[in-house]
């Protein structure tokens, strides 16, 4: 106690959290002391990432929402005590093809359980000579080339979601999540760029290589199929929403390379998942031991000034 008692300001409480991180006695009774809503971290497991092994105490729960049902059932258990809920956003077996995902269910089921964030993970295709196959890249912009999906709750088919919703999206992703990641990425010692912009294309299909030269040359940094419309179905809901992109291979623009192909994509996923699950038990307990009320109002105030 009398080291938590000189802990007073917010840098501090976030030092003594990090250390204290497996402690979920010591988090919550620093906010309670702080009056800080706790946090619940939503993880979205992509290609390969759906595995329910993470988590401590789990327990799964089948759910539905006013969107229909979930990928898959959730998985509700604790990281380094810290509560978190897991979903694979393909189902567990793979059977879900990117455009089918139900995107609106799978982020208001995980809001609907009370989490304040989604930590994501996706597989994607590099399409710069310095994001190499088994590196990690930290999003923080997209550009959308899918045609097919819902992007926002309100709909006008949805009595509890009226309006409009003329959602800002000058920053998708969550800073504040991002950075916790990026840090946790280095200290884990995994190679991690802090930032860059994924193209999402509808797929299943990949790029054909006038297509990846194109989005290359629109400046985006990696390809997959997922992160539109998840980003911003997560900020329409409030919540923090931050994504790491593993890159397996070059797409197909580059033409010294071997073009990306299902057999290229999993031989580097299981590289990859060793590391995101590295990355992720790092970085929840440090999202966990910092406060975000004032981030999680500012979320709820902006969707609310975007409904007419």
Not at 101 to 123: I, P, S, W
Not at 183 to 191: E, H, T
Not at 230 to 237: F, G, H, N, Q, S
Not at 279 to 293: G, Q
Request: glycine share 6%.
């Amino acid at each position: 106690m009398l080291l938590l008692k000189k802990a007073a300001g917010p840098a501090a409480l976030g030092r003594v959290c990090a250390v204290a991180a497996a402690d979920k006695t010591t988090i919550q009774l620093i906010g309670a002391m702080h009056k800080i809503k706790p946090v619940k971290i939503g993880i979205v497991g992509g290609t390969g990432l759906d595995n329910p092994d993470i988590l401590e105490g789990k327990r799964v729960k089948s759910v539905d929402t006013a969107f229909g049902k979930p990928s898959d059932v959730l998985v509700e258990g604790t990281i380094a005590g810290v509560d978190c809920v897991l979903l694979a956003r393909h189902g567990r077996q793979h059977t879900i093809l990117p455009s089918n995902v139900n995107y609106r269910a799978n982020v208001l089921a995980l809001k609907n359980e009370g989490c304040t964030h989604m930590v994501v993970t996706t597989a994607c295709g590099s399409l710069k000579d310095e994001i190499q196959p088994t590196d990690f890249l930290i999003l923080d912009q997209f550009l959308d080339r899918t045609h097919k999906r819902d992007q926002t709750f309100y709909d006008g088919a949805h009595s509890e979601y009226k309006g409009i919703c003329h959602l800002p999206l000058d920053t998708p992703f969550c800073t504040r999540t991002s950075k916790i990641l990026y840090d946790a990425a280095k200290d884990c010692g995994v190679r991690c760029h802090p930032s860059g912009t994924v193209m999402t294309i509808e797929g299943p299909r990949f790029s054909s290589r006038a297509e990846s030269k194109l989005w290359k040359l629109w400046g985006a940094d990696v390809i997959n199929m997922t992160t539109v419309p998840e980003v911003v179905l997560a900020k329409e809901a409030g919540m923090c929403y931050a994504a790491i992109a593993m890159a397996t291979d070059y797409d197909s623009w580059k033409e010294n390379e071997e073009p990306v192909s299902v057999k290229l994509v999993m031989e580097t996923v299981k590289a990859n998942n060793v590391n995101s699950i590295k990355v992720l038990t790092r970085a929840i307990p440090l999202i966990a031991a910092e406060n975000w009320d004032t981030t999680l109002k500012e979320n709820a105030d902006l969707v609310t000034s975007s409904i007419i």
